[in-house]
């Protein structure tokens, strides 16, 4: 490439480490002697190397699209994708497929050029979802099958490196100006010209390790109100049909939250840094207290005919605390639906018609904003802007007045900044201190012990000076103590103790292998975070305990798995498995074998739970683990029965 020279540094650190990753992955690939493996294998190269250059250019020239224009940006990344992603459906059945299938779910992950706020997650999923395939063929296809197993795995953990280095936060686009539609698809060497000649020459670029995310819509509107507004207007509607309290609640619910504050912290966040942990609760003190409004309702009123109703209402109204969890808040959303559900049963058991109607259009107000956050809010609430936010400044936006009239005006605010010589301010400072003489007793509870090195009359030195010196507050023994421990990382550890029990500890971003010399040892892991557990031969026993985003294949077991205290961790068996114990766990993906179809699968307390049984032409069904139950008591029995409870719609 004779234009590299013009290239940005971000873009040429790209290049140069997938450059070597990718030759040895193509050399591996030869070996297999298929046509549509090489022509999977070719077109996954060639995306890497030429197509996603090609939106790091972008990125460093132009301003971030908007979410309506993010598919007509990327169209080129997607019709690449969607071209290897055939190649492997066309192909099903085949002698190669499972090397189809391992590139088709490892192509995934240039998606990273679109994920934000943590694109190495979207290339680790990736890796995760080859996983299975991988190793099928490093077991069916000898050491030419493990090789090119290992190269596709370099070649990844290379571009995750990258990112991490270059666009930890996401492809932040540095540009005033949005994308010219001639420039979208065009070849790298055409950017390289095109952005010198027009003046917008990219800047060599740093590693970034920035928390605003990659990508902000600078004055682009929030497509929440778009998508949302037909939605609420139904389950409004549905309300005031039914009336009384819950016409009273849903007001709140629809008019306060959804369609005033949820929009509003969706404009803060396009102009403002994130504020610290400690602010968020006057950041949205206004959310919280709405919140409040709907749950008193409901619980003020535990006799009223509508209780189901508005339990149902009061449970659905804690999934708008999406806007502060992060991470997958559509995730968060489906468990606040699920739980809602379980009193919007019963009001559909003990209602009729209008209630279930308002059931239903409950639901799918769910369901929408399900897609609405997959689609435009994947990471959550990302805080774009440079801005600090200030402590109270997530007041909320002044609602129009009620056609009642105006409401007494509220009461003056706790904080308010003093200005000398202002008969304004004077007033001001009265009210606020009867206010805090209405406190009565409680007023002292602020007072701090004057010791004798701040008390005027024994220090003249103190009198010289217009003030006492404010000293800082040291933290407690205990706080310190609680400070260093949480700053300390233990070791990773991997022992085999008593000749019996592998004990793994505290690994991070590994791939780790556990050769079984006797089929009586255990294998134990303990908080392992992004970790790949390989245990060959014959194992008795295997235990994940606090672990997170971990996997775990093996050949052969004696007795059962264990997994407990872990979140998303995905387990393979390659043959025999009789018994899987999942207990306080969320995210549970389990790969079965032909030889362990029988196996018993024992749960408690576990949410997100699938099953993927292989079929007769080498792919998987998909069964989800039942969360929810039942329980009716059986007169005739004397005994209570218990079946999988039935979700609406």
């Not at 873009?11 to 030759?23: C, F, I, Q």
């Not at 996401?170 to 979208?184: D, E, Q, V």
């Not at 959804?258 to 950041?283: C, D, F, G, M, N």
């Not at 196996?599 to 949410?607: L, P, W």
Request: one cysteine or more; aromatic letters at 8%; hydrophobic letters at 40%.
């Amino acid at each position: 490439m004779d234009f590299k020279a013009s290239l940005p540094a971000d873009v040429l650190a790209y290049l140069e480490a997938v450059e070597d990753k990718t030759k040895v992955f193509e050399g591996h690939t030869q070996k297999f002697a298929d046509e549509a493996v090489s022509q999977q294998a070719s077109l996954f190269v060639e995306t890497m190397k030429d197509v996603v250059p090609r939106y790091l250019l972008l990125a460093q020239a132009f301003s971030a699209p908007a979410p309506n224009e993010i598919v007509i940006v990327f169209k080129v990344l997607a019709a690449k994708l969607h071209e290897i992603s055939s190649i492997a459906d066309k192909n099903k059945g085949e002698e190669n497929y499972q090397i189809l299938m391992a590139v088709k779910n490892a192509a995934e992950a240039l998606n990273w050029v679109t994920a934000a706020p943590k694109p190495a997650n979207c290339i680790s999923d990736a890796y995760d979802g080859c996983l299975y395939y991988a190793n099928r063929v490093s077991k069916d296809k000898g050491e030419d099958g493990k090789l090119w197993v290992k190269s596709l795995s370099q070649l990844l953990n290379a571009m995750k490196a990258y990112v991490i280095d270059y666009h930890q936060s996401g492809l932040l686009w540095k540009g005033a100006t949005k994308c010219a539609a001639n420039l979208r698809e065009a070849d790298i060497s055409t950017l390289v010209q095109q952005l010198h000649l027009s003046g917008a020459s990219p800047q060599s670029a740093k590693p970034a390790n920035t928390s605003s995310g990659a990508s902000a819509m600078g004055s682009a509107s929030s497509p929440y109100l778009d998508e949302m507004k037909e939605s609420l207007s139904v389950l409004s509607a549905k309300s005031r049909e039914l009336g009384d309290l819950l016409e009273q609640q849903m007001s709140i619910f629809v008019d306060k939250v959804a369609l005033t504050l949820i929009p509003h912290y969706l404009s803060l966040a396009e102009a403002h840094q994130a504020p610290p942990q400690s602010e968020y609760p006057a950041v949205f003190k206004d959310l919280v207290a709405a919140i409040g409004e709907i749950t008193s309702l409901a619980d003020s009123n535990p006799r009223h005919q509508q209780a189901a109703l508005l339990n149902t209402a009061k449970t659905a109204s804690e999934h708008f605390n999406w806007l502060a969890v992060g991470g997958r808040p559509q995730d968060f959303v489906k468990e606040s639906l699920d739980s809602t559900m379980f009193y919007g049963n019963r009001a559909i058991k003990a209602g009729g018609d209008a209630d279930k109607a308002w059931v239903q259009s409950l639901a799918q107000y769910f369901k929408k904003l399900i897609e609405v956050l997959k689609d435009f809010y994947p990471s959550g609430l990302v805080w774009k802007g440079k801005t600090p936010i200030g402590r109270f400044a997530g007041a909320a936006p002044v609602p129009p007045p009620p056609t009642g009239g105006l409401p007494p005006p509220p009461p003056p605010p706790a904080v308010m900044a003093a200005s000398s010589g202002s008969n304004e301010s004077a007033g001001d400072g009265r009210t606020q201190l009867f206010s805090e003489l209405n406190k009565g007793t409680d007023i002292t509870k602020g007072l701090k012990k004057v010791s004798k090195d701040m008390q005027t009359h024994k220090n003249p030195e103190l009198r010289a000076g217009s003030q006492v010196p404010v000293i800082a507050e040291k933290p407690s023994g205990a706080t310190q103590a609680k400070q260093a421990a949480a700053k300390v990382e233990k070791a990773p550890k991997m022992a085999l103790e008593q000749d019996k029990k592998w004990v793994i500890e505290n690994y991070k971003d590994e791939t780790v292998t556990v050769e079984i010399s006797n089929f009586k040892h255990t294998v134990y892991a303990f908080n392992c975070r992004n970790t790949t557990f390989v245990i060959k031969n014959k194992v008795n026993f295997i235990s994940l305990d606090s672990c997170v985003k971990c996997g775990v294949v093996f050949d052969d077991l004696l007795s059962s798995v264990d997994i407990v205290n872990c979140k998303s961790v995905q387990i393979q068996a390659l043959s025999k498995m009789p018994l899987l114990n999942i207990d306080k766990t969320d995210g549970v993906q389990v790969y079965l074998s032909a030889d362990c179809l029988n196996c018993e699968i024992v749960t408690a307390k576990s949410s997100e739970m699938n099953i993927l049984v292989p079929q007769s032409d080498g792919d998987f069904s998909e069964f989800p683990v039942p969360e929810q139950y039942k329980t009716v008591y059986d007169p005739k029995t004397n005994k209570l029965l218990t079946s999988c409870s039935e979700s609406l719609g």
